[in-house]
């Protein structure tokens, strides 16, 4: 695998669990006898702290680099570290551009396999100053299942367009409820809106990870689910989801040294 694979995890509205999607697939990938690096580009609202249980203040190197923060044999880095929990963050736009740049180029990172990016919310600042910035390879979407989720998604990735980033695939979240007494799945959403989304998309649908209530509660109290539970479903579903994700990269990798391949040779 090439090295430093950056990847940006993304969704066209708040709250349907990209924080969550970041830090679980991030662990399943460093299962993978891979070294991965999470970078909570949240820079308002940062939860990789919390949702990692570590709350550390990062040293710098003898290079003046901020070393990254080890949790979960994961390194981390995120706004949330530099300041005191609760405090309020101020940065404005030219500043947020700054502490982008800082994130992608001054961060003591080790030589990663992966680097998965938790974005905020929808179409704005960080999402083109990190384009700007650093080199991905593609991006995830994260949806939920109802269909009136989409028309936001599409303008989040009508933005990966015009940044010219791949799209890799689709992951559906909060994909009906696990019944913890049956391990049964209930549908209590519509169905289906990841499948017809990759398919409009032209892209894989990853994966569907169920409403798991230890998803929850480990994301709140800094154990995360893969963790605490790596054989629940939601936890399956991740690791699973994880595989695909790396056999993507690799189908892009290829992809792009075979078209470097023609050029050079044209
Ligand atoms: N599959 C799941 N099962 C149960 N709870 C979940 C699941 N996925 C996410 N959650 C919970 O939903 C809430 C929102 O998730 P998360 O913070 O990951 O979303 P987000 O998209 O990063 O939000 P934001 O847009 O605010 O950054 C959290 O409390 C999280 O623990
Ligand atoms: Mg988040």
Redesign the pocket.
Known sequence: MTKRNTILVL?G???????????NLALALSMNESKVGLLDA?IY?P?IPT?MGVQESPQLDDQQKIIPIQAHGIELMSSGFLVEPGQALIWRGPMIHKIVQQFCNDVAWSDLDFLVI?L??GTGDVQLSISQTISVVGAVV?TTPQKVALDDVKRATSMLDSLKIPLLGVIE???GF?NPATNEIIPIFSQGGGEQLAKDLDCPLFGT????????????TGKPVLIENPSSP?SKAFFKIAQKLVAQISKFNHDKVQSEVVQTRS
Do not use: E, F, R
């Open positions: 969704s509205k708040g709250g349907v669990g990209k924080s969550t999607v970041s830090t949240d609202g939860s949702m938790d905020p919310p994260v979240n909060m994909s696990l990870i169920p409403i798991d209530p230890n998803v929850c509660a480990a994301g709140d939601a």
